[in-house]
């Protein structure tokens, strides 16, 4: 075949992509990762920057016990049994040696968060970032591809694939300022993300997340997906996806969940509690989508405050913004905002009472909730007006534990890789309610790191 440039391993997708096209650096290949939009980034430098890592050292010296074979078991149980398991197990062992390696070889300031469980997970088991969190994480990525010779191209997007005459993945075609080019390549590894910025194949696969607000990248139209079908790729879990409960409403901000699990609760503009909020904040994602308005709001107290305000840069943006109102009356301070104000008083005493009986008597929630952090709440009090949307699909290209995209016959498709929101997540079959925190970046982070390293090995 004519080609324009040639290059041993091509990434597609400059968020968790940069991973992917580090790892295969290792291995002495020739590396080129192709971006879409003008800026790297993706959903990774909109993201929280946290990944988890299953047995890290950082965990250790913290004196946290955890492993691989535990972080197999809470992902299984919060899926239900439904997720891949060959992936989990591969990702759950992938985790520790990742955030390690991130960390000694790649320069990214990730340091372990011990003082928070985290949805899904049964032990404090997250690494993030300071600062800019997932943005920094991607400024330590780009400057690392820089020095180790990677060429990065933004503004580059891949238009298709190609095969040579027999079938097998040969490199692809990008478009550069209205011309195509013809790039060879003997791997090609898609990290180009799912589809959340698709509303024809939300409408199609994720029906019950189609109309609501869209907080990812735009970049993500799902392109990896529907070049592995035209491969003849099998998909998996398209209904699964990452949602969020608490974005900020109008700033649209993160409003961490971590004020819930200090001991927050939500409400709706009727001043009641709705959902059982141990159910995380992709698990709540539809109970807030489903109240007036969709619109709910997080209350909390000032000592979760204090806690937030130097851990939390979205959180201290909401409050430069004015998006965090606080009060020591809880009636007149809901009033303000246009709740129910006297409905909402009534709230907060049931809920610090069902919190104040927690410790003795489990059950005393009516919506369930077990875990009722630092509740009762005291005043101050602050109330944050949230709405929820999609972060990230976790459906995609069935792949195996190598990263390689399955035909429906279970044989690998040659010479193709496919990582993070492109590939199947670990998130399971069952909408909103499988993701762990922080499994998103795992899927883009191990799995690009699982695939560079392989497609470096198979050259
Ligand atoms: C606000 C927010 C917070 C989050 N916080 C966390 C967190 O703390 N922890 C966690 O685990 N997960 C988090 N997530 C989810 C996480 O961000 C994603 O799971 C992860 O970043 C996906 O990585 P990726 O590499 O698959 O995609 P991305 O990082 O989105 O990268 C894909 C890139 O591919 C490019 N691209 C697309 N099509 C093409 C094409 N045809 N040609 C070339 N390039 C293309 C896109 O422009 C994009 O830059 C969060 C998500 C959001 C929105």
């Known amino acids: 075949m004519e080609w324009d440039a040639e290059t041993d391993i091509l990434v597609v997708g400059g968020g968790g992509g940069l991973v992917a096209a580090l790892a295969a650096r290792e291995s002495g290949a020739h590396v080129a990762l192709v971006e879409k939009h003008d800026r790297l980034g993706g959903n990774t430098a909109l993201s929280s920057g946290s990944v988890p890592g299953a047995g890290s050292r950082f965990q250790r010296a913290a004196g946290v016990e955890d492993s691989p074979d535990r972080m197999v078991f809470d992902v299984m149980r919060q899926t239900n049994g439904t997720a891949p398991q060959h992936l989990v197990r591969a990702l759950a062992q992938e985790s520790g040696p990742l955030v390690e390696w991130m960390v000694d070889s790649l320069d990214v300031p990730l340091a372990f968060v011990p003082d928070l469980k985290k949805v899904g997970h049964s032990v404090p088991r997250t690494h993030g970032s300071g600062g800019r969190q997932g943005a920094t994480v991607v400024a330590a990525l780009e400057q ?4 180790n010779g990677i060429l990065v191209s933004p503004g580059n ?13 040969a490199g692809a075609v990008i478009e550069n300022a209205g011309a195509e080019h013809r790039i060879g390549a003997r791997k090609v590894i898609l990290a ?3 589809f959340g910025a698709n509303k024809e194949m939300l409408r199609k696969y994720i029906p019950e997340i189609a109309e609501a607000p869209y907080f990812g990248h735009r970049g993500n139209m799902g392109e990896g997906i529907a070049w592995g079908l035209e491969l003849g790729a099998r998909l998996r879990d398209m209904g699964a996806y990452q949602g969020h409960a608490s974005v900020s409403h109008p700033q649209g901000a993160l409003m961490t969940w971590s004020a819930i699990e200090r001991g927050g609760f939500l409400v709706n503009l009727d001043g009641q509690r709705f959902v059982d909020e141990s159910l995380g904040y992709s698990g709540c994602t539809t ?6 308005e969709h619109i709910a709001f997080v209350i909390f107290d000032q000592r979760i405050h204090h806690y937030l305000e130097p851990k939390a840069q979205d959180y201290r943006d909401i409050v430069a913004h004015g998006g965090a109102r606080q009060g020591a009356d809880m009636e007149a301070l809901g009033a303000a905002r246009g709740l129910d104000g006297r409905s909402l ?5 049931c809920y610090n009472s069902a919190a104040g009986g927690a410790a003795t008597d489990g059950d005393t929630d009516l919506f369930g909730r077990k875990d009722f952090g630092g509740a009762p709440l005291c005043p ?4 944050v007006k949230v709405t ?9 290209l069935d792949v195996d534990a190598n990263a390689q995209p399955l035909r429906n016959d279970g044989s690998a498709i040659e010479n ?12 399971g079959a069952d909408g909103n309610k499988g993701y762990c925190s922080a499994n998103g970046l795992l899927a883009a982070l191990g799995l690009g790191r699982i695939a560079g390293r392989h497609a470096g090995r198979m050259l």
Do not use: E, M, W
């Open 144 to 147: 690392k591809a820089q020095d």
């Open 157 to 169: 997007p891949v238009r298709r694939l190609l095969q040579d005459t027999s079938g097998r993945i």
């Open 192 to 194: 180009c993300n799912g």
């Open 287 to 292: 109970a807030v989508r489903s109240q007036r």
């Open 345 to 349: 008083a009534d709230t907060l005493a």
């Open 380 to 383: 101050p009090f602050i109330l």
């Open 388 to 396: 929820a949307g999609l972060f990230h699909t976790q459906g995609g």
């Open 416 to 427: 193709l890789y496919a990582v993070g929101g492109a590939a199947v997540g670990v998130s």
